[in-house]
């Protein structure tokens, strides 16, 4: 799905958290939000997936106006830094959670979801794990699970904000790659939140560096490297 950000601004009360920003996210593309902590990723995220509600501008859907869609028509697959599983379900359970949830018309029946987490338990390369508590789980397996949570109820775009930003260096590159693993494969249009640089260089298609509510430049990791637009990115990207 092709994403346009035309115009979003966000105020909240005396505080502006995005100024009026814009960016054209192709459908299938890997974009990273790469900026310093309050610089509005998490804001702008928000917006896309409608949990936050704009002060002007309109976001699109394949040319779409979704202004006015909810949450559920948006049908954003959500990952956050915490793993937001439940502690007393199974992990089959947390991944089929949106879709036993769903009203009884538009349910799938019980054999259809238990073939749809078997599927996703595969993506993940956790095949064996359905019976577990998410108790019983390392960081990394937590948030391999909470992914395939989120692609149950078949999104049309992946919104993850610092999916990785709770675990180690190790898990977190082996997870990176997962991700661009299950990104290609699903063929989904995915955004994700980070502050890492390094993160944003390695596995994004498109880098999108925001400084204080605004977008300071846009481009490829290469071109970023070769090219950075402002004395901010310059000093953001340099190690
Ligand atoms: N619900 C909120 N109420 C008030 N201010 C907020 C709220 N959410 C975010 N902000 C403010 O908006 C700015 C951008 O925040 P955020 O989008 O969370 O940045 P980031 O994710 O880049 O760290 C910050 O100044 C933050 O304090
Ligand atoms: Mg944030």
Redesign the pocket.
Known sequence: MQIEIDEIA?D??A????HPVSLSIPSGALVA?L????????????ILGGL?IPSSGRVLFDGEDATGMTVQERRAGFVFQSYALFRHMTVAQNIGYGLAARPRARRPSKAEIARRVGHLLALIQLPDIGARYPGQLSGGQRQRVALARALAIEPRMLLL?EPFGALDAKVRRELRQGLRDIHDETGLTSVF?T?DQEEAMALADLVVV?SM?RIEQIGRPQDLRARPASAFVRAFLTV
């Open positions: 966000k909240f009360g505080t502006t958290a995005l939000l900026g310093p902590s309050g610089s509005g990723k998490t804001t702008l995220l928000r936050e904000d939140v502050h925001m509510g």
